[in-house]
Structures are given as C-alpha cells and as structure tokens.
C-alpha cells in the first residue's frame, strides 16, 4: 500500500464515518459539526485529484460560508436544536432505498470495464485556476454557464432576503 | 496509486447516506445538510473523472465549480423558507409543514 492509498482510506473513513454520524445525531448542532467533518475529508480527496484550486474553494465555500449558515440556522430555529426522535416514521422504507441504492450503484460501478484504470501522469506545474477562470469567462469555454449561475446566485440572494423578512405588523 | 473504483464506490456510498438523511430525518436543517453530502459526492465523481480520463480538459472544474454555486444558492433559500416557516409555525419538522399535503 503506497503512501497515497493511506491517505485516501483515511479521508474516505473519516468522510464515511462523520456522514454517518451526521445523520443519525439528534442534537444539530453535533450533526452541523460533523458535516464540517465530512466536507474536509472531500477536500483532502480534491487535493489527493490534484484539485488544489477546488479544495481551496471547497473549505472557503462550504465549510467557511455554508457550514456556517446551517449553525445560524440551527440557532435560530432553536425550538428544535434536540428532538426526542430524529427519524421520522418512514425511516425503515428510507434505509432499505438508500441501501437497495448503494448496492446497485456499486454492482453497476463493478459491471464497467473502465473500473480499474489508473491515473495518468500529470503535470503539477499548470496553474489549473488560471486555467479555470480563462475557461469560465471566455466565449468559446463556459460564459454562459457561468453568467447564468451568477444570475442564479443574485436571484438566491434577493429570494432569501423577501422570504426571511419579518413581515410588517407580525 | 488508486483505481478509479475507489473514488466511484466512496461517492456512491457517500450518496447514499446523505439519500438515507434526507428521507429519514424529521429536522428540516438535517435535510439540507444531507442534500450538502450529496451534493459532495457528485463533486467527487466530477473531479475523480476529471482527473483519471481529460486532465488536459479543464472542464471538470468548471462543472464542480456550478455546483459549488447551485449549493450555495440552494442552502441561501432553503435556509430562508425554514427560517420563515419556524416563525410562523414554530416548528422545524418537516413532517408537521403539511399545510400543502393533499
């Protein structure tokens, strides 16, 4: 076992373990906790790809901004922080689809012939965020896809501001 | 170096247990943070394909990138609806939000 396949068994137990425990932990703000957990495991695999830019991206957005925004939730709807149960009464139906799930996907993953191919040699010297944001912003590469999701972005923005406001005279 | 399958069988996993959370919880906050995990696992298999088939193609990124945004819009209005049904209803379960339930 090479000194990679040990970094990757470590980020894919930890990811695995700390999204178990988030679902199944009654007190959220545990649960908020252990997603931090699980979002730093997929940043140690971006890194482990060769992603270093989106790994980056990976701890500012989702664990520096979205993380945080799941704890102010929490916070804020505090009548719940701990329930009694934390599954509702279809649990059992939602276990055996997420199991049938798991199990298809990865008898389908083992089925592909493509399966066991191995990485290729990869020049570390690139500057993939140069890259990216050339391809994001020029015509020929994704400006259309990247103008709509700022357009998205915005339209969130002013939509969660009119949702969450406190209405006049409530 | 690690076979494509490990990535592939860790996202599918990965998937599956954020399925589980979001059809088994009750709290409408643990929903989102499962559709989170869901959201990572179809990012991993972004950039596992990314790097082990079109590395020279920068493509990958800029599709895991969309989904960073759709998940931060996504959790911005989610979050805004909870936080306004919580105050009109005091209650964050999604199973008592059955005002529209046929």
Known sequence: MTGMQGVFLFAAGLILWAAFMMVTRQNLVHAAFYLILA?????????????????????????????????????????????????????????????????????????????????????????LAAELGVALFSPEGFVIPSEVASVLLLAALVGSLVVARRQKGK | MIPLSWYLILAALLFCIGLYGVLARKNAVAILMSVELMLNAVNINLVAFWRYFTPGNISGHAFAVIVFVVAAAEVAVGLALIISIYRRRKTVAADEINLMKW
């Open chain 1, 39 to 127: 979002l730093f495991g997929v940043a140690i695999l971006f890194v482990l790809l060769d992603a270093g830019f989106l790994a980056v991206i990976q701890v500012s957005v989702y664990i520096g901004a979205i993380s945080i925004m799941m704890i102010f939730a929490v916070m804020l709807t505090r009548g719940d922080v701990i329930e009694e149960d934390p599954v509702n009464k279809n649990y059992g139906w939602a276990l055996l689809l997420a199991a049938l799930f798991a199990f298809g996907l990865i008898i389908l993953v083992g089925q592909w012939p493509a399966i066991a191919s191995l990485p290729g040699a990869f020049d570390t010297s690139r500057d």
